[in-house]
């Protein structure tokens, strides 16, 4: 059973916005972390947002002032809302969930959504 599902990529123009979700299976309020990352064909994977537990979403500077990050407990889901979209942030997005305790890491990723910018 996949712990984290992401939806809501998809081709989008230049300028344009979409909302992705990730949908966690059990109680996304229990991680550490929950962050959004993105990897585009021949680049590493990079970091694009995080929450912590209790904490306000930071943002990478590439996508600062144009995403935002949310999280909404009671449904277990976290959303990466992306404006003014360039073709630069055309890359599969990933949903990352972390978690430590006394005695065990937990380190979840989704399968990603495809995200595509262009005209």
């Known amino acids: 059973q996949r712990q984290l599902v992401e939806s809501g990529g998809g081709l989008v123009q230049p300028g344009g916005s979409l909302t992705l979700s990730c949908k966690a299976s059990?109680?996304?309020?229990?991680?550490?972390?929950v962050s959004w990352h993105r990897q585009a064909p021949g680049k590493q994977r990079e970091l694009v947002a995080v929450i912590l537990r209790d904490g306000n979403p930071e943002h990478s500077l590439a996508v600062k002032g144009r995403f935002a990050m949310s999280k909404d407990n009671a449904r277990d889901t976290v959303y990466l809302q992306m404006n003014s979209l360039k073709p630069e942030d055309s890359a599969v997005y990933y949903c990352?969930?972390?978690?430590?305790?006394?005695?065990?890491?937990?380190?979840?990723w989704g399968p990603g959504t495809q995200v595509t910018v262009s005209s």
């Open positions: 990352r969930a972390e978690r430590e305790t006394a005695s065990s890491r937990y380190d979840y």
């Open positions: 059990g109680t996304i309020a229990r991680y550490d972390a």
